[in-house]
Each structure stands twice: as C-alpha cells, then as structure tokens.
C-alpha cells in the first residue's frame, strides 16, 4: 500500500514569508498528524485530527500555524508570516483511529524541510 | 509532565557489536513504549513496542523490555550490522495515540 506522501520536500523562504505544506495520509487512516523536527530533537505534536475535526492542538502557536483537513483526507498546514525558529523538519503521520486504550501505529512521511533566512 | 530521556549521540560501533541505547520516562499511569527507527532520507518507522510492564518488545533482532521499577525501556541488539545505522527515537505514548519523543539517538555502525 501506498505510504504517506508529503509535499515539498525542501522549501527555503526568508522570514516574514507565508508556506504551504500539504500531506495525503494512507487511505482509510482516520487519525492524522502534524509533528514539528527542530535539528537535534525528536518530533513535538502541533496538531491531531480525527477524521476532519481537530483532537488536539495544544502546541500549535495559532499567531502564525494553522492546518485543516476540510475532507477527512489531505491536510495542509500553512505558517504566516515564518520566522527563524520555525526551520525545522515538518512530518505528517496517520494512524486508522484513535482510541483511548489502543496502540495503533503511526506512519509517517518523509517530511518537508523547512529552513528560514 | 510525561516526557522521554534517551542517550545522547552519535553511538559509533564496530559491526557485530553490542548495542544498548538508554531510554527513561516520566509518566503519570501506565503508557505504551516504543522504539521508532528513522533510516537516512526516509520517515520514522515504528521498530517495536511494549504496551504493559515487563512486556518485551523484540523486532529486526532489536529488544527492549518495559521495566515499570526502573521507568526504563533501553534498546539492545546482540550484532549490530552497517544497515543498522540511523537514527533511533525512544516514544511514549498517552492519551488518545499522542506520543511524546525523545531527543533521538544516532547510531553509525562501521564496517
């Protein structure tokens, strides 16, 4: 079966600029996920939907992130305007659904490079 | 809070050595441990995983054992090989599938 698909790869922007990234999850995977790769650290959560409604979002700085999943299926996730912190490695994961006591797995994309100038 | 403490890298070794990465947790209940394994240029994978104390988690030939007196879940392999080589995440995880991750753990095997 096909992986998850994230796009671009690597994108450079200078600060203050808007980006785009878009992720398409394996097919059926209800639960989907926005993690944030800062260089030398693991992945922090920034945003989890379930279908397309929003479980958490606790650790999304909402000044400058936002993310949807309009369809239950892609999510795109949007920072404006960009500052230098924000470079990091941008991964998408799914999982089939979340449940409180389960331990599905999560796959994941190969990521979108962010770096900001 | 939950959080995750793995060794810092790199871990360099000669192949057919021993492996151990330290993994710690701090958890309020009794979250699932995992090892997740991210090989150069691709996504992380999910290596193996332990849902409830003393559970033993083994994969690739890759173990790790859930020890709740220790809050430990260390990775350890008998021979490590060059395709071993990359990055190595200890997780946990709570509510609702989030995961917490550590800071990663590079290995690089010689051959």
């Known amino acids: 079966e096909a992986g998850v698909a994230q796009s671009p790869r690597y994108k450079i922007i200078e600060k203050r600029q808007s980006v785009a990234f878009w992720c398409n999850p394996i097919?059926?995977?209800?639960?989907l996920y926005w993690y944030q790769q800062i260089l030398g650290q693991g992945p922090k959560l920034l945003i989890q939907?379930?279908?397309?409604?929003?479980?958490?979002d606790s650790q999304l700085p909402k000044d400058r992130f936002s993310a949807e999943r309009l369809k239950g299926v892609d999510s795109t996730l949007k920072i404006q305007p960009a500052k230098l912190e924000d470079s990091a490695v941008y991964l998408c994961?799914?999982?089939?659904?979340?449940?409180?006591?389960?331990?599905?797995?999560?796959?994941f994309g190969p990521g979108t490079r962010l770096t900001v100038t | 809070g939950d959080s995750v403490t793995q060794m810092e890298g790199p871990v360099t070794l000669s192949e057919e050595a021993f492996l151990t990465i330290n993994c710690t947790y701090t958890?309020?209940?009794?979250?699932?441990l995992f090892w997740y394994v991210q090989y150069p240029g691709e996504g992380l994978q999910l290596l193996l995983k332990?849902?409830?104390?003393?559970d033993k988690g083994s994969n690739k030939g890759f173990e790790a054992t859930y020890r709740k007196e220790t809050t430990s879940f260390h990775l350890e392999k008998g021979s490590v090989q060059v395709s071993d080589s990359a990055v190595y995440f200890c997780?946990?995880?709570?509510?609702?599938?989030?995961?917490?991750f550590g800071s990663g753990t590079k290995l690089n095997v010689k051959p």
């Open positions: 994961a799914s999982s089939l659904v979340q449940l409180r006591d389960s331990s599905y797995e999560q796959y």
């Open positions: 097919s059926g995977h209800a639960t």
């Open positions: 939907f379930q279908n397309n409604g929003v479980v958490d």
């Open positions: 958890a309020t209940g009794y979250p699932s």
């Open positions: 332990a849902t409830k104390a003393d």
């Open positions: 997780a946990l995880r709570y509510n609702f599938n989030k995961f917490y």
